[in-house]
């Protein structure tokens, strides 16, 4: 067990471990900054239904729960981005950063479209941070939807989407620059070292989807298709498939990877399939996804020739911290028989 996953311990993350207490403090310098309209635009009750609304398209075209970073003053708006550095690894908000001034971009390539802008993007609360033991927040807009939960200290991350379009573009010095390059190039690594007969598990649909199978459903459940069996890859495949998932972990913070780590050495090893849809050429439609026992990750590359990526994160039983909150309750309820 221990040989497919032996170093997703051993890989260095980026960011600097942070604590939740750290989040909620600042959660709390946010909140208390706001006036009394900010704050009916951005603070809710935790039972409050549309914490279970997400999307990843513009906000223009759908209008999202919260306050929008435009709206916000400049002290107001440093305080969101230390708290998304809080939640997310460096490289995490790096990409993070990158998504959203890709809405400059977008604005050149659509000058009519509305509401083009990177602050065009929203942040909400529910709960009190402060003083409740469940609390959680989001932060969405074109191509980024971040959904955390807290639940006693603890940290549930998922829904968690990134996207971007173009996807590959060039930057002022001529250089190419591709925001998704290692979760593309690793795919296509994986896909392509397999054995014909391999192939034939791995790859179940020709074409690939139009856009991540699962959207924004509030709840997913596994696929029965799902690919090949990590217990059916050769030691190298399993390495390139290791390097994936990691790819995708590091966006978190260090300690929240390292528990979703052990977690998946733990619990997801004998279910994890990799499968593919689509071309294993780059530049031509395609679509991944890695299934295990607890999680889900879809990356689908086929709109605008194939230079649009949208890639998720989904927790089966965890997302919106639903595991955490059931664990809370119940202890919650034995304490006071």
């Known amino acids: 067990m221990m040989k497919l996953f032996y170093f997703l311990l051993l890989l260095p993350f980026y960011a600097v471990s942070q604590n939740n ?4 403090e600042i959660a709390n310098t946010f909140i208390n900054s706001l006036d009394s309209v900010q704050k009916r635009k951005t603070v809710f009750s935790f039972d409050e239904m549309s914490r279970y609304d997400w999307h990843y398209v513009p906000a223009s075209s759908i209008v999202r729960q919260g306050i929008a970073v435009r709206e916000l003053d ?5 305080t969101i981005y230390k708290l998304l550095k809080t939640y997310l690894s460096s490289n995490g908000y790096t ?7 890709t809405e400059y971009l977008l604005k050149e390539l659509e000058p009519n479209s509305k509401g083009r802008i990177p602050e065009n993007y929203f942040v909400a609360f529910y709960g009190n941070p402060g003083k409740d ?3 959680g927040w989001k932060f969405s807009g074109h191509h980024l939807a971040l959904n955390y939960t807290i639940v006693n200290n603890q940290l549930a991350f998922a829904p968690f989407f990134f996207g971007v379009y ?10 190419e620059k591709n925001l998704f ?6 795919g296509f690594k994986l896909v392509n070292a397999l054995t014909q007969e391999q192939k034939l598990k791995a790859i179940f649909r020709l074409e690939a989807f139009a856009d991540i199978v699962t959207k924004t459903s509030p709840k997913v459940v596994p696929f029965d298709t799902a690919g090949i ?13 290791n390097q994936l998932i990691i790819t995708y972990l590091s966006r978190m913070p260090t300690k929240i990877a390292q528990l979703r780590m052990k977690r998946i050495i733990s619990e997801d090893f004998n279910e994890i399939k990799f499968g593919w849809a689509g071309s294993t050429k780059p530049g031509e439609p395609h679509y991944y996804r890695i299934q295990g026992k607890t999680f889900l990750i879809e990356l689908d590359n086929s709109q605008n020739n194939a230079n649009h990526v949208h890639t998720v994160w989904r927790d089966f039983d ?11 309750y119940k202890n919650s309820s034995h304490h006071h028989k």
């Not at 173009?166 to 250089?175: L, Y």
């Open 133 to 135: 033991k469940t609390w």
């Open 166 to 175: 173009p996807a590959v573009r060039t930057n002022g010095e001529g250089k």
């Open 74 to 78: 400049s002290v107001q708006k440093q």
């Open 318 to 328: 965890g997302d919106y911290g639903m595991d955490l909150i059931k664990e809370h």
């Open 229 to 241: 069996m990590a217990k059916d890859l050769t030691l190298e495949q399993k390495h390139v498939l």
């Open 95 to 101: 990409k993070a950063q990158d998504i959203m001034n």
């Open 21 to 24: 207490s750290t989040g909620s």
């Open 181 to 186: 390059k290692e979760e593309e190039e690793l």
